[in-house]
């Protein structure tokens, strides 16, 4: 039976830097070496984390995320929680079989100004006791877990402060995505070095794209069905049903664009290369995954997509295929969260383990079954 980070932490007691083998913060990362041995499980506890507020989540993330360190090929050395004179106050430093060390920095959120000269100066601490050799062998990096769009404060002072061969800046979804690639596919810890030390500062674009290239590979990849056009499924009143991931941009949170365009506009658009694109048709249902939320709305789909620019929709020459919706059921505040639990009860996943990594499944258009549809939009339970 797995457990909830809330039912972990009720029995760990409350984290603090108190020192000794035996005090709640040793006995919680005790908890994760001993249990928490795949990706998926890593993920469902940092959602979780950042579902919720108060000093004992926001420690529970710091701690889940230098785990996060092992699944990359790191030797991780866990950091306090609050800093004091006397010790270096880093939050997490990670040490590559390659010589090479991270000193890791979480921020739940960029709400509040982020001063680099900190993280800076813990580097340099660490250099000053040998603990590091040197600057060519460390870069600072930032683990954001709820990065706003329209702040970037932190991306714009590293690039004001030309800290850029010094200073990384990534979200916990892009972490957890290098995370997946490292563990199941031919990803080495090599390759997730040289991500981690591009020439701009922040490295979400690069994880991005190669976890969507994974996705799209899942999608290929599935046994394949019957082939049935469009026109067919109409004619034989079939309905299918799609599951569409929405992200965040540099303007809009994915529940900002799900609202504007599904719930107000009664449209969606997809890209030239979307999975499904040419298969969706009038009376298909479609639902919609918030990314790192869970899925937060659905709709019918009313029309096929077309090719036209709508005046609502970001970056109109990237999403060109417009198509129609209607009867759309919003829960923004009571988002369907895909956990193991769930996980285990999908089609998707049968012959799968729920606790590997799943991200694949929520980062491409895909096509799911009537049960996982009314799995994952709650009408059945």
Request: proline share 3%; no cysteine; hydrophobic share 45%.
């Given at each position: 039976m797995s457990m909830t980070l809330t039912q972990i932490l009720g029995?760990?007691?409350k984290?603090?830097?108190t020192p000794g083998e035996e005090t709640s913060r040793e006995r919680f990362r005790k908890f994760l070496k001993e249990n928490i041995g795949e990706v998926g499980?890593?993920?469902d506890h940092i959602e979780e984390c950042l579902r919720n507020t108060g000093d004992q989540y926001n420690r529970a993330l710091q701690d889940l995320i230098n785990y996060v360190g092992h699944f990359l090929g790191f030797k991780v050395t866990f950091g306090r929680y609050y800093g004091v004179p006397s010790e270096i106050g880093f939050d997490g430093l990670w040490e590559s079989p390659t010589q090479f060390f991270i000193v890791v920095e979480v921020k739940t959120t960029e709400t509040y100004a982020i001063k680099t000269a900190t993280l800076l100066?813990?580097?340099?601490?660490?250099?000053?006791e040998q603990s590091i050799p040197n600057w060519d062998h460390a870069l600072g990096l930032y683990v954001i877990g709820r990065p706003d769009p329209e702040l970037r404060q932190l991306e714009n002072a590293v690039l004001a402060e030309k800290r850029t061969d010094q200073l990384r800046i990534?979200?916990?979804?892009?972490?957890?995505?290098?995370?997946?690639l490292f563990n199941e596919y031919d990803v080495s810890h090599d390759d997730i070095l040289a991500v981690l030390k591009p020439s701009r500062p922040t490295i979400d674009a690069v994880a991005d794209t190669m976890a969507r290239l994974v996705a799209q590979r899942w999608v290929e990849e599935e046994p394949k069905?019957?082939?049935?056009?469009?026109?067919?499924?109409?004619?034989?009143g079939e309905e299918r049903y799609w599951l569409a991931p929405v992200a965040s941009d540099e303007a809009e949170t994915a529940e900002e664009t799900i609202r504007a365009l599904v719930s107000e506009e009664k449209i969606y658009a997809f890209g030239d290369r979307t999975p499904g694109r040419r298969h969706i048709k009038p009376g298909d249902w479609i639902c919609f995954y918030a990314t790192g939320k869970g899925v937060v709305a659905h709709a019918q789909i009313v029309s096929r997509p077309e090719h036209k620019l709508h005046r609502r929709v970001r970056?109109?020459?990237?999403?060109?295929?417009?198509?129609?919706?209607?009867?759309?059921?919003?829960?923004?505040d009571k988002p369907i969260i895909i956990d193991a639990a769930l996980r285990s009860q999908l089609d998707a996943f049968r012959d799968r383990d729920p606790n590997k990594g799943w991200a694949w499944f929520v980062q491409a258009t895909r096509k799911v079954t009537e049960h996982d549809f009314l799995l994952l939009t709650r009408k059945v339970t």
């Open positions: 029995l760990v007691g984290l603090d830097d499980q890593i993920r100066g813990y580097v340099d601490a660490l250099i000053s990534i979200s916990v979804e892009s972490l957890l995505s290098l995370a997946e069905e019957e082939v049935v056009t469009a026109e067919e499924a109409v004619e034989r970056h109109p020459e990237e999403y060109p295929w417009v198509f129609s919706v209607k009867d759309v059921s919003l829960y923004m």
